[in-house]
């Protein structure tokens, strides 16, 4: 069955700086994607970026990218730059092929940047 | 460009009652779903549909059911509210043909649910 694992309840960042927020993965299924979304204080599902588990390159999209590690089951966004509007949760996700492609979400990360 | 309307925004319940979350969609999406977040928890899947009269249960289904007549709604019903479904819900919507997989979901607002 999927599973997503995010270890990182809490990260707290100086603004400006990069940060890298942990998440890893299970499956059996070859064909996958991986998400990330980022949730606000005002509540709305954000979404930030996306990983195929075929692509040869690490996704990129504005400051974020995604340090996407096959063999590893690994799937870390990376936020260069960090402003203080970065502050929010933020979750990763996966989506099979198969198992009527369920997204599963991790539990989740609340990233607050400091000034 | 509406996306994904979910009402109410806000709610409260006194156990044993019952309710409705509607949700609709605008972007001729197969697959929709409900989740429902709590602290330290993520979003966990409570009902799913891929197409008009198909639904399927997720990973918390029990005291709520769903219907799908339409592709545009998927309502979530409450049978009897109990306090243990205090919670956030969100209803998404995606792509579901070949390739799906590589595809992001859209999200509703949001409900806030308080059960009393």
């Known amino acids: 069955a999927q599973k997503i694992t995010q270890t990182q309840p809490g990260m707290f960042v100086q603004e400006k700086e990069a940060v890298t927020l942990d998440c890893t993965y299970d499956?059996?299924?070859?064909?996958?994607?991986l998400f990330w979304y980022k949730q606000p204080s005002s509540g709305e599902m954000i979404f930030l970026i996306y990983?195929?588990?075929?692509?040869?390159q690490n996704a990129t999209e504005g400051r974020y990218s995604l340090n996407f590690q096959k063999a590893r089951k690994s799937a870390n966004l990376v936020i260069s730059a960090s402003q203080l509007g970065d502050s929010a949760m933020y979750f990763c996700?996966?989506?099979?092929?198969?198992?009527?492609?369920?997204?599963?979400f991790g539990q989740g990360t609340r990233l607050t940047i400091n000034p | 460009n509406a996306g994904v309307t979910q009402t109410p925004k806000f709610q409260v319940l006194k156990t044993g009652q019952s309710m409705t979350l509607q949700c609709a969609q605008d972007?001729?999406?197969?697959?929709m779903s409900w989740y429902r977040q709590d602290p330290g928890m993520g979003l966990r899947l409570i009902h799913y549909?891929?197409?008009?009269?198909?639904?399927d249960q997720g990973e918390v289904p029990n005291g709520y059911n769903v219907s799908r007549s339409t592709t545009e709604d998927f309502p979530l019903r409450l049978l009897s509210a109990a306090p243990s479904q205090t919670s956030v819900y969100f209803c998404?919507?995606?792509?579901?043909?070949?390739?799906?997989?590589?595809?992001?979901?859209?999200f509703g607002q949001g409900t806030r649910l308080t059960v009393v």
């Open positions: 998404a919507s995606s792509y579901s043909g070949q390739g799906a997989q590589n595809t992001e979901a859209f």
């Open positions: 499956t059996s299924d070859p064909s996958y994607g």
């Open positions: 972007m001729n999406h197969e697959y």
């Open positions: 990983q195929g588990s075929y692509d040869q």
């Open positions: 996700a996966m989506r099979e092929e198969q198992g009527a492609q369920k997204l599963v």
């Open positions: 549909s891929v197409g008009a009269g198909i639904t």
